[in-house]
């Protein structure tokens, strides 16, 4: 292991932190991101909350501000013109004054002011806009169960790969394959030219992201009907983990602050979807995995997504063999958690969401290890992840083979998460956060 500077990491990423602050809000990284992205804001704004907690309550209200009446919250809000990005809002064609896109992202808000109200030094301060913040953002997981669980099975599908984060995952390969392409009109990417095209999505990919696109725009963006019109349903068990906690987060602090209605409609929403999770678990793999909605079965891929579930609450059983699965995989790889299974033939080091390492990932399962009792394992991923910051700097993304930054660099939740993990680390960072 290299050996960390805390306090030299703690101004390292603050830099960044500030350096990507657009006063009411934050971008990924400049250029290759040059909008607000939906759960980048949530998960960077715990980050600004070590440097300032009205700047990171804004980061989340700023967001919310841009929630559509039915309760979604977009992926992407379209703050200013930039046309460095691809697809722009006339590619969206959202009707609202600030554009969006048409898309939501993984629900982790509830999970966030929570940790900030938790963590506040005086969270009397922060009890107004906490509050005000607890409505919508129950609204958005109500939306969540009506408008992506139709049937209401319990469990939410996404109806889009951006709409998981992870764009480009082997998950969603055979799924995809059956999203059309005809009828794409002529575009020009812009992110192959700001990171590696080895790096991205392929051409025939991309074609199926603008189709759904432009799919979804053609009904209107009418979340009634987007669901059951979607050729790409997919049940992500690591998104539906994150509604859990979040759901449960929320709860705990809307009872926290008299809210008791919000509370226990959220803590149902939760036991709703944890009641149903189980239906994605593999005895065989160890682990969850994905459920393509459309044909009805389980989706024979070993991602990181079955791991993420342990964020949620989901029995000590579960919790145990996704560590040991963690501790096989870190036999495998020099650095961990890759996004891909590293023994199957389909992984790739360096393309994106199909094997790379990515901080916020670790985060969300080092979290949710430590709470389940398996601290061993959540300071091996602790350990393992400020490393590769020490070796190589504050990338979007990083090879768990060589520990190379790949994607954009100078990045916004990569920066947030050194924050959390040198705050978790066995308070490892502790001298550097309280200076
Ligand atoms: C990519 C990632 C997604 C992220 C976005 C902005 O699309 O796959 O998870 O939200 O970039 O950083």
Redesign the pocket.
């Known amino acids: 292991m290299t050996e960390i500077d805390t306090s030299a990491l703690f101004a390292q990423a603050a830099g960044v932190l500030q350096d990507n602050d657009r006063g009411t809000y934050s971008v990924?990284?400049k250029g290759l991101?040059p909008f607000q992205?939906?759960?980048?804001s949530c998960l960077t704004a715990l980050g600004y909350g070590f440097l300032d907690e009205d700047r990171a309550w804004t980061e989340i209200e700023t967001l919310f501000r841009h929630q559509w009446d039915d309760g979604m919250v977009p992926?992407i809000v379209f703050h200013v013109e930039d046309d460095g990005y691809f697809p722009g809002p006339d590619v969206w064609g959202v009707a609202r004054e600030i554009q969006t896109s048409g898309i939501s992202?993984p629900p982790v808000a509830g999970f966030a002011i929570r940790r900030l109200y938790d963590r506040s030094s005086n969270p009397e301060a922060f009890r107004a806009r906490a509050e005000a913040l607890i409505p919508k953002i129950s609204h958005w997981h109500r939306w969540f169960h009506a408008c992506r669980d139709p049937e209401g099975t319990g469990l939410v599908a996404v109806i889009h790969p951006?709409e998981t984060?992870?764009?480009n995952s082997v998950d969603w390969d055979a799924a995809f394959d059956r999203v059309p392409t005809e009828g794409v009109k002529p575009y020009t990417r812009r992110d192959t030219s700001h990171a590696n095209p080895e790096h991205r999505p392929t051409q025939a990919q991309y074609d199926r992201y603008i189709w759904l696109v432009q799919h979804f725009r053609s009904l209107g963006w009418d979340n009634s009907r987007l669901h059951d019109a979607s050729p790409f349903q997919i049940v992500d068990p690591g998104f539906n983990a994150i509604l859990i906690r979040s759901c449960e987060d929320l709860a705990d602090l809307a009872d926290a602050l008299g809210m008791a209605e919000i509370a226990a409609e959220n803590r149902a929403m939760a036991e709703r979807t944890r009641a149903a999770l189980p239906s994605l678990w593999s005895e065989a793999h160890g682990q969850y995995l994905c459920l393509d909605r459309k044909l009805g079965t389980l989706i024979d891929s070993r991602s990181i997504g079955g791991l993420m579930t342990v964020f949620a609450d989901i029995g000590a059983e579960h919790a145990g063999r996704i560590a040991e699965r963690v501790e096989e995989i870190a036999s495998q790889t020099k650095w961990i958690v890759p996004s891909h299974d590293p023994a199957a033939a389909d992984f790739n080091s360096t393309r994106?969401?199909r094997g790379p390492i990515w901080l916020i990932i670790n985060f969300m399962i080092a979290d949710g290890l430590r709470r389940q009792g398996r601290i061993e394992t959540s300071d091996r991923i602790v350990g393992s992840s400020l490393d590769l910051i020490a070796v190589s700097g504050l990338a979007?993304y990083y090879d768990p083979h060589t520990g190379e930054g790949c994607g954009g660099g100078h990045?916004s939740?990569t920066a947030a998460m050194v924050l959390e993990f040198l705050n978790i680390g066995d308070g490892v960072g502790n001298e550097a956060l309280n200076h």
């Open positions: 990924p990284t991101y992205w939906n759960w980048d992926h992202n951006w984060g992870r764009d994106y969401w979007e990045f939740w």
